[in-house]
């Protein structure tokens, strides 16, 4: 006797995507206005987005599953290589990605309230780290090794890849991250970019 196909019968109502994407966008816009994650609430976020509580708990299990979707929304992707121009146009490039990253609201408050998750939820900044930070340290990575085949960078320095990360990385971040309001004016990509080459490059 054959057993029936349960696969194809779907069960209860679908999820309509457009109330996720809402509900993902209200969490965003609450963040951008400077609302801290410790003062949102799944309640709220519901009362906010017009939508009941109980279909917000439907599609995520707690406040942090929902924030984690909100990080995958504002995640711009890595820009790849660009082939053809020199080491320190893609270098630029990469610096620049930060740079605008910065001046977006919805980025820079994201970073500034996950900085403070270290300490209040350990777990949350892990996944965090995992699902962008790490993705954006490995492109980089790519590029300075890339630097590297190229002798554009000195070869010693790929022995600690972290470090050189940081070295390029920190300057913006740090402006982003620690001081709000800090300069981030149009061309500090490509200053940044000139002063690590002076320290990077080989003699």
Known sequence: MRAPDTAAVPRGRPRDAAVGRKVVETVLRLIADGTPFGDLTMEGIAREAGVGKATVYRRWASKE???????????SPVPP?????SFRDDLVVAVETIRRR??????????RNMLTQMQNSPE??????????AKRRAALVRLLEHGIAIGAV????????????DFVTGPLLTRTAFFQGGSLDEGLSERVVDLI???????
């Open 65 to 75: 599953a929902l924030l984690l979707d909100a990080m995958a929304e504002v995640d």
């Open 81 to 85: 290589l660009l082939p053809g121009t």
């Open 102 to 111: 910065g001046l977006a609201k919805r980025d820079s408050a994201m970073l």
């Open 124 to 133: 949350l900044w892990r996944r965090y780290h995992e699902t962008v930070i």
């Open 154 to 165: 000195r070869p010693e320095l790929g022995e600690d890849m972290e470090l050189l990360v």
């Open 197 to 203: 080459l002076r320290g990077i490059a080989p003699a």
